[in-house]
């Protein structure tokens, strides 16, 4: 079939995609996919030419990430807050241990296991919006905090989509030498990252005064290009090039007008990426795979429940209806899962994991749309089922860390202090990056030329005291700043009552305890893989979860015991920080 046709013909079926999705309440991505995988060259056929599907696929991809950038800062996520983070992570790296382990148990491989669990974590931003939308609960209190979690998740899918496209352009390198070549690649990315914010923001504000809309479309298309370029000679993913150049985007004054000015081309662009990844999607596949992908939807489902409804009713001040519609809310998969898919198709693991994907993305969207204006009877089931006590230890932890979180507000000073030191550790670990980072790349490409420096003993001595100073004085660094981090937020758990200062360091060591096993955990997979261990070292790993639960029970004790001693002072200054965040989330609002 002639190109023009194909062309008017995906034009065609997206637009039909589109308008079948609006017309039974359901967001355009669903529809697109789903039209796509109808008409595609593993169903009905009338899309056939593989290299336009491709083509669709990479400029809707780099679009859709020069988007995330564009509407990405820094300055956002500092303002997210802690607790917001802590969910996050929390909710990432349980979902991604969950579905890691419940890939293994079906059969798949380690690294076929790794990208389900990744690709499992991440939670759509288009579908939770759209339907949210379209449910007429927008306004909700709970979305502030949701769109801050899905932002987060959206950087986490950049870096994961970054790490893995430098894994497949590389995977028939060894292991030490994979690591220095990605190392290498990171580093140049964000070396030219940080020189063309600098160069390039002044020249374009400057551009910007004597250009029309047209010139500021086609500067915005331009920057996109060559970090996409860019990246792409490193072997990166070019939607990864995308991303950062949004990202400098963002940081100009007026960002808003290339925003405004490239809309309609992402929105064109997007829509027929989310189409043509349907067109590879292989319905046979889904049919012979049904009982799995029931099972990863499940496994899915439940653990993004779980770890986003009890986190934001531990860490925020969310009731428990409020949390339950959380839960449900981030169940669905998201459109960072279909790219890091079908970056696995070029491994060769023989899985097709972009039609896995897709139909676990239909059921989950799906699922969330029919049980998330059902979250109130969800609740009062739940409250019968779950135990007294349980509920009664959940409440008391909610107001112990709120009553923290209030000393902290308070002690605006302690609180810089605690915000100084985190900028201080993030620094350091940035220098050792590019430290390291350069001493891999002349290893890499000129060690062989080097070799003659290192005849003489004195010479080696000389080197290796050198690169001693050069990491050693960042790393104390980062360790001193990390005792000082510890030892001021250890104040706010002691200050709150004098007299239970013994309990309240066991708490604070408790939490620490947990965090860094919760933190190995999350290692152990990417250890299996790199080094290809035998699985019979999995007992490691339930070794671990058992200390981990072990620590988590002690802790629920003594958090109960302290709080119920001072049930009525934890009242008090918990209503006070649940009324300042909710004036809070009424000001995210508007972002």
Known sequence: MAFPVELGLIIFFSILGGVLAVRFKQPSVLGLILIGAIVGPNALGFIKDTSLINMSIEIGAILLLFTVGIEFSL????????RVIIITVIKLGAVFLLSYYASLLLGFSFVTSIYIGIILSITSTVIVVKI???KGMSKRDELPLLISILIIEDIFGVFALTFLSGINAKSDLLPLNLFTELIISLAFMATAYILLQRIAKPLIIWLVKYSTEETITLISIGMCGLMSYLALLLNLSPSVGAF??????ASFPNSGIFEKAIRPFILTFTSLFFFSIGTIVNFSVIIGSIYVIIALFLVNAASKFLTVGFGSYLLTNFNGKQAVFSGIAMVSVGEFSLLIAREAGSLGLGVDLVSITAAIILLSSIAMSVFVTRSGKIYDLMSKLIAVRTKEDMALASKYLNG??????????GTKKIIAE??????NVVAVFFILSFLFFIWRYFGHALEWLFKSQLVIYSFVIFLFALIFF???????????????TLNFFVRLYPDEISSEKKIFRNIILTLVLFAALLVFPGIFAFFRLNPVYNIF??????????????????IHAV????????NKSSRKYRLWMKNRMKLRKSY
């Open 75 to 82: 300055q956002h996520l500092f303002k997210l807050g802690l």
């Open 132 to 134: 949210l939308e379209q």
């Open 244 to 249: 950062l150049a949004g990202n400098i985007v």
């Open 404 to 413: 923290i979180s209030l000393s902290m507000l308070l002690d605006k000073v």
């Open 422 to 427: 985190w900028k201080t550790i993030l620094n």
């Open 474 to 488: 960042p790393t104390m660094s980062i360790v001193r700043n990390a005792l000082s981090l510890l030892k001021d």
């Open 541 to 558: 790993v339930l070794i671990l979860i058992v200390i981990i639960l072990a620590y988590v029970f002690k802790l629920s004790g003594l």
């Open 563 to 570: 709080a119920k001693k001072h049930e009525l002072a934890f």
